[in-house]
T-cell receptor, first 110, second 112 residues
Framework: QKEVEQNSGPLSVPEGAIASLNCTYS??????FFWYRQYSGKSPELIMF????GDKEDGRFTAQLNKASQYVSLLIRDSQPSDSATYLC??????????FGQGTELSVKP | SQTIHQWPATLVQPVGSPLSLECTVE??????LYWYRQAAGRGLQLLFY??????ISSEVPQNLSASRPQDRQFILSSKKLLLSDSGFYLC???????????FGPGTRLTVT
């Protein structure tokens, strides 16, 4: 059974700082990884995906994948209060399904 | 572009009453469809998924059922709700061969 682990937080960072969110996964054969953002009371929104080792940047967001160590990270530069949300890491499972971590709650303080 | 709708947005139902939640997807054909539940402060639990009309796979045993009467319509039902059925119900879709899921706005169900 594949597993995805995240620290539940809350992770608190000051406005303008870098927020670092981490996720580890159990299946060494996993090939793609997804980050979702979920604001309180709202549905998850896909914000990043990464397939290859290394970094992938999209605006203030950078996803980092290290397959040898089986972890994937999401960095948020210049954090804003509007980034306060729960961030979910997900890994594909067979049959088109995704396995989600429990999510890390991020709080950006003004 | 693709759009996913869910209704109702919120629902308060007494224990023992029936349930019907509906999800429709626009702008794509033959999507994979999923029902998730998120209890308060908890992660996402996959309840059902469907790869085509009439094809439903259940992930966990419970008093819920799902149906897919049309290609882009997915329905979650229950004959008798339990208190433990309260939660945030999310419908999602994906394309065959692609892993990313896209979620609808969700239905918040409170069973009293």
């Amino acid at each position: 059974q594949k597993e995805v682990e995240q620290n539940s937080g809350p992770l608190s960072v000051p406005e303008g700082a870098i927020a670092s969110l981490n996720c580890t996964y159990s299946d060494r054969g996993s090939q793609s990884f997804f980050w979702y953002r979920q604001y309180s009371g709202k549905s998850p929104e896909l914000i990043m995906f990464i397939y290859s080792n290394g970094d992938k940047e999209d605006g203030r967001f950078t996803a980092q994948l290290n397959k040898a160590s089986q972890y994937v990270s999401l960095l948020i530069r210049d954090s804003q209060p509007s980034d306060s949300a729960t961030y979910l890491c997900a890994v594909p499972n067979q049959g088109g399904k995704l396995i989600f971590g429990q999510g890390t709650e991020l709080s950006v303080k003004p | 572009s693709q759009t996913i709708h869910q209704w109702p947005a919120t629902l308060v139902q007494p224990v023992g009453s029936p349930l019907s939640l509906e999800c429709t997807v626009e702008g794509t054909s033959n999507p994979n469809l999923y029902w998730y539940r998120q209890a308060a402060g908890r992660g996402l639990q996959l309840l059902f998924y469907s790869v085509g009309i009439g094809q439903i796979s259940s992930e966990v045993p419970q008093n819920l059922s799902a149906s897919r009467p049309q290609d882009r319509q997915f329905i979650l039902s229950s004959k008798k709700l339990l208190l433990s059925d309260s939660g945030f119900y999310l419908c999602a879709w994906s394309l065959w061969g692609q892993d990313e899921h896209y979620f609808g706005p969700g239905t918040r169900l409170t069973v009293t």
